[in-house]
C-alpha cells in the first residue's frame, strides 16, 4: 500500500513538470552543435550536457526515499520522459521496471546500492537516449576483489549517452539472453564477446574512475562513438579498431609507458583520423614513436602532461598543423623538442621539465605562440635569439628557474608580450632584464628574486604603461588554464 501511495504521488509530480518538460530542447537534436560551440571540458561534459534537457524536472523532483527494490513495470505512464532515481537504497531492478514508461528518455540512477549482477537487470529499453549510473553499484560488497564484470541484458537501440563512472568495473560484457550467476562472471574472464551491439546509436561514453585493465568492451561500442572518457582506470593498452569517428579520448591516469602507430600492447593512435581532442596525462610515458600521431592530423588538443618523457623525435608533431594547445609539462625533457614541419601551436606548456638552457632555434617552428609556460626548469641561460620569430606571443612564463640576467635584445621580436613572469629567479636588479621602452609590456612579475637595489633612472627607459609587481606572485597556468580551445574555430559541425 505505501509503494502504491508513493507511484501515485510521484506519477502526479511528473504530469506537474511534465508541461515544461515538452519545452526543452533535447541535447541529441544538435548535440554536435553544442560540443562544438563550447570547449571540450573533461571530466564533467557529460553530467553538463546529461542534464541539459531535463533540468527543469530534476530540480523539481525530489525522489529521496529509502527504497531497495524497484519491481517489473514500477511506473506506468506516457508521458514521463525524465526519470531521477539517484541517491536512494536501490539495490535491485527486476526486468522490465521501466517497460510501461514508453517515451522515457532519460534515466538517472546514480549513487545507489545496485549489486554487480543486477547493474543492467531492467533488461533494456527501447526509446531511453541518456542513461547515468555514476557510483551505482554497492562497493562494499566487493571490497575483497573491487573487479567484476558488468552484463548488459538486453539491448538500447536509441541510446546515445552512457555514463558508468565510479562503479569499480573490470569489464563489460553482453549477454542478451538467460544472465550468468553473479559467482561465474565475477571470477572469470570473457573470452569470446557477442559481436552484436548493445547500444548501435551510442555517441558519449563515460567509463572514468573505474578498474578497466582489458579492451574486451570495445567490441560492444558502435562507430557512431565520438567522445569516449576512460580516465582513472588501469589501461595498459589500447588500441581503436572500430571506425575513425572519434572526436575526443581521455585516458589520463593510467599505465601507459608507449605511443605508437601500429598494434602492439601499447597506445596505439592508428585510424583515429577525425579526432580533435587527446589527454593521456598522468601515465607512465617514456618514448613516442615518431609516426605515433600521423593518422591525427585534425588533434586540436593534445595532453602529455605528468609522465617520464626525456626526449621526443622532430618527426613527433609534425603532421599536427591543426594543433593548438599542446601540454608536456612536469615530465623529464632536458630540452625543448625540435619540431621539423612548422605546426599552429598557440599554447605550450613545458613548465616542470629539467631543461637547463633555451637555444635560438628552440620555437623556430612555432610562430604562432601566444602563450608559453617555461617556468619550473633549471633554465640558467637564455639564447639572444630564442624568441625570435615569436612576434604574436603575449604571455611568457619564465618564473621558477636560475635566471639571473637576461641577453641584451633578447625580447625584441616580442612585440606583442604583455605579461612576463620572472619571480623566483637569481636576479638582483632590473637591469640584468634588459628590457627596453619598445616593448608593448603591461606587467612584469618578479617576486623571490635576490633585488639589492632598484636604480629609478632605469624606470626612463622601461614602458610607461608598465606594471613590475614584486610581492604578488602570479602564474600564468592560473592565468590560462589547461582547456582545449572552441571547435567550431576550426570545424564547421
Not at 367 to 376: E, N
Request: proline share 4%; glycine share 2%.
Amino acid at each position: 500500500m505505501k509503494l502504491a501511495i508513493m507511484k501515485l504521488v510521484f506519477t502526479i509530480i511528473m504530469f506537474i513538470c511534465w508541461s515544461t518538460l515538452i519545452q526543452s530542447t533535447s541535447i541529441h537534436q544538435n548535440i554536435k552543435s553544442i560540443i562544438a560551440s563550447d570547449v571540450i571540458n573533461f571530466p564533467n561534459l557529460v553530467d553538463k550536457l546529461s542534464l541539459l534537457p531535463c533540468e527543469n524536472e530534476v530540480n523539481s523532483l525530489d525522489f529521496n526515499v529509502a527504497i531497495s527494490n524497484i519491481n517489473k513495470d514500477f511506473i506506468s505512464s506516457p508521458i514521463i520522459t525524465c526519470l531521477n532515481l539517484e541517491e536512494n537504497h536501490i539495490e535491485n531492478i527486476e526486468r522490465g521496471a521501466f517497460n510501461k514508461l514508453p517515451n522515457l528518455t532519460h534515466l538517472f540512477l546514480s549513487y545507489n546500492r545496485l549489486h554487480a549482477s543486477n547493474f543492467f537487470s531492467f533488461g533494456g529499453h527501447y526509446t531511453l537516449q541518456v542513461l547515468v549510473m555514476n557510483n551505482a553499484v554497492n562497493a562494499a560488497m566487493y571490497s575483497s576483489y573491487n573487479n567484476y564484470i558488468v552484463q548488459i541484458f538486453g539491448e538500447y537501440p536509441n541510446l546515445e549517452m552512457l555514463s558508468l563512472r565510479q562503479n569499480s568495473i573490470y569489464d563489460l560484457h553482453f549477454s542478451p539472453e538467460t544472465p550468468f550467476s553473479e559467482a561465474l562472471f565475477a571470477y572469470t574472464t570473457v573470452s569470446t564477446i557477442t559481436q552484436k551491439i548493445p547500444f548501435p546509436k551510442l555517441e558519449i561514453l563515460d567509463l572514468s574512475e573505474n578498474n578497466i585493465q582489458e579492451t574486451n568492451f570495445l567490441k560492444l561500442l558502435p562507430n557512431s562513438l565520438y567522445f569516449l572518457d576512460l580516465h582513472n582506470n588501469k589501461l595498459e593498452s589500447f588500441e581503436w579498431n572500430i571506425a575513425d569517428k572519434l572526436l575526443a579520448l581521455n585516458l589520463d591516469n593510467n599505465n601507459f609507458n608507449y605511443i605508437s602507430n601500429w598494434f602492439k600492447p601499447t597506445l596505439s593512435m592508428a585510424g583515429l583520423k577525425d579526432l580533435l581532442y587527446l589527454s593521456v596525462s598522468t601515465n607512465r610515458i617514456k618514448s613516442i614513436e615518431p609516426n605515433a600521431f600521423q593518422d591525427n592530423n585534425k588533434l586540436v588538443y593534445l595532453n602529455l602532461a605528468v609522465n617520464d618523457i626525456i626526449y621526443l623525435q622532430p618527426e613527433t608533431f609534425a603532421n599536427l598543423q591543426y594543433l593548438k594547445t599542446l601540454d608536456l609539462s612536469q615530465n623529464k625533457l632536458e630540452n625543448v623538442p625540435h619540431i621539423s614541419n612548422e605546426i599552429g601551436v598557440s599554447i605550450l606548456y613545458i613548465n616542470d621539465n629539467n631543461i637547463t638552457k633555451l637555444m635560438s632555434n628552440d620555437f623556430m617552428q612555432m610562430p604562432k605562440l601566444t602563450t608559453l609556460v617555461l617556468g619550473g626548469n633549471q633554465i640558467n641561460e637564455i639564447d639572444v635569439e630564442t624568441f625570435a620569430n615569436l612576434s604574436v606571443l603575449m604571455k611568457l612564463d619564465l618564473s621558477r628557474n636560475k635566471l639571473s640576467f637576461l641577453p641584451e635584445g633578447w625580447a625584441e621580436s616580442l612585440v606583442s608580450l604583455e605579461y612576463l613572469d620572472l619571480s623566483d629567479n637569481e636576479f638582483t636588479s632590473l637591469e640584468s632584464l634588459s628590457l627596453t621602452n619598445t616593448l608593448s609590456l603591461i606587467k612584469i612579475y618578479l617576486p623571490t628574486n635576490p633585488l639589492a637595489h632598484l636604480n629609478v633612472k632605469y624606470f626612463e627607459s622601461l614602458p610607461q604603461n608598465l606594471t613590475i609587481d614584486l610581492i604578488n606572485r602570479s602564474s600564468f597556468s592560473k592565468w590560462t588554464p589547461i582547456t582545449p580551445v572552441p571547435l567550431r574555430d576550426y570545424y564547421g559541425y
